[in-house]
């Protein structure tokens, strides 16, 4: 089946920094989608990518579309303490009918 | 409109009895999603219904499971003689499908299920 690969697992940052984060597909993908997770909430989708090689923002985020369509990745620029989360990337393939596949996520910290 | 509402938001049971859990979508979406995530992984899939359909099961949702959508709004997850393996956050999302194009699914708060 389809699987997802997500790096870093983990990443501890000083406010005001950069975070980059990816996702790497076995197989290729036709939409992408990123989701913030906090503790005890269901994911929140930040945003959503439709188009090899499209590059998207939302506020201070960036993400995108890889042009081979078997990756992808997320920025976020001069994080803040609220930014603290787990950030997963998620994918529908050419067979994937409705179903999403999430990436194991990345536990983002931020320290004040 | 609050969102999708899940209920409960917790359940404690012992090995063997079931549970029930229950899903509001947003009230004009006519695509409702339930998903499973254990500890430290990302949601897996299990199953989705368009209306009152269901479209399509993933192989994770075994016999001891059952999920409906009676009348194409709200969506029940039953599980039946519970395991210890079933210990996890149970995920419902919805999302529109229409004549333009879909929506993305948004998620629920989840149904957290400890199996003791």
């Known amino acids: 089946g389809q699987q997802l690969n997500q790096s870093p697992q983990s990443m501890f940052i000083q406010e005001g920094e950069d975070v980059s984060m990816n996702c790497t597909s076995s197989s290729i993908f036709n939409t992408w989608l990123w989701y913030k997770q906090d503790p005890g909430e269901g994911p929140v989708l930040l945003i959503a990518?439709?188009?090899?090689?499209e590059l998207t923002s939302n506020g201070r985020l960036t993400a995108q579309f890889g042009i081979t369509r078997k990756d992808s990745f997320l920025n976020i620029s001069a994080s803040i303490p609220s930014d603290v989360g787990i950030y997963f990337c998620a994918g529908r393939g050419e067979t994937s009918g409705s179903r999403l596949t999430f990436g194991e996520g990345t536990q983002l910290t931020v320290n004040p | 409109d609050t969102g999708v509402s899940q209920d409960p938001r917790h359940k404690i049971t012992k090995r063997g009895q079931n549970v029930t859990f229950r899903c509001d979508p947003i009230?004009?979406?006519?695509?409702l999603y339930w998903y499973r995530q254990t500890l430290g992984q990302g949601p897996e899939f299990l199953t989705y219904?368009?209306?009152?359909?269901?479209?399509?099961k993933s192989r994770l949702l075994s016999d001891r499971f059952s999920a409906e959508r009676p009348k194409g709004s709200f969506s029940t997850l039953e599980i039946q003689r519970t395991e210890q393996g079933d210990s996890a956050m149970y995920l419902c999302a919805s999302s529109l499908k229409g004549w333009w194009g879909n929506t993305e699914a948004f998620f629920g708060q989840g149904t957290r299920l400890t199996v003791v």
């Open positions: 990518l439709y188009k090899a090689g």
């Open positions: 009230s004009e979406h006519n695509r």
């Open positions: 219904f368009q209306n009152e359909a269901q479209l399509e």
